[in-house]
C-alpha cells in the first residue's frame, strides 16, 4: 500500500520561491501518474502539476512558467519547486499518486 507524506510548506512572501516534497512510501510504480493539487476553501481541489508515466508533464495555466514538477527515483519523491509566489497561490499542497491515493497536505501560505 502507497503512502505519501508532503513536507516543506510553510508562510512565504510574495515573490519568493518555496520547494515541497511528497515522500512516497509502500510499491511505487513510475508508469502511474503523479500530481500536486492546491485545496483553498472548503473541499475545491485544483490540479497544479501532473507528470505521467512517461514524464510528460502538465501544469494549470496559474502557475505555467512559475512552477516545476519532478520526481526522484531514488528516494522516492515528488517535488514541486515554485518561484515567483503569488498570494494567489496560497492553499493546502496535496499530492496524489495513481489518482487514487492522497497525502495529508502541507499548507502554502503566500502573504503580499
Known amino acids: 500500500q502507497v503512502r505519501l507524506v508532503e513536507i516543506g510548506g510553510g508562510p512565504v512572501q510574495a515573490g519568493d520561491s518555496l520547494k515541497i516534497s511528497c515522500e512516497m512510501y509502500?510499491?511505487?510504480?513510475?508508469?502511474?501518474?503523479m500530481a500536486w493539487y492546491r485545496q483553498t476553501r472548503g473541499d475545491c481541489r485544483e490540479l497544479v502539476a501532473k507528470?505521467?508515466?512517461?514524464?510528460?508533464?502538465t501544469y494549470s495555466d496559474s502557475v505555467k512558467g512559475r512552477f516545476t514538477i519532478s520526481t526522484n527515483l531514488y528516494t522516492p519523491a515528488l517535488h514541486l519547486e515554485m518561484d515567483n509566489l503569488k498570494p494567489e497561490d496560497t492553499g493546502l499542497y496535496l499530492c496524489?499518486?495513481?489518482?487514487?491515493?492522497w497525502g495529508q497536505g502541507t499548507q502554502v501560505t503566500v502573504s503580499s
Open positions: 509502500g510499491r511505487i510504480s513510475w508508469t502511474n501518474s
Open positions: 507528470i505521467d508515466g512517461g514524464g510528460f508533464t
Open positions: 496524489n499518486y495513481g489518482e487514487e491515493v
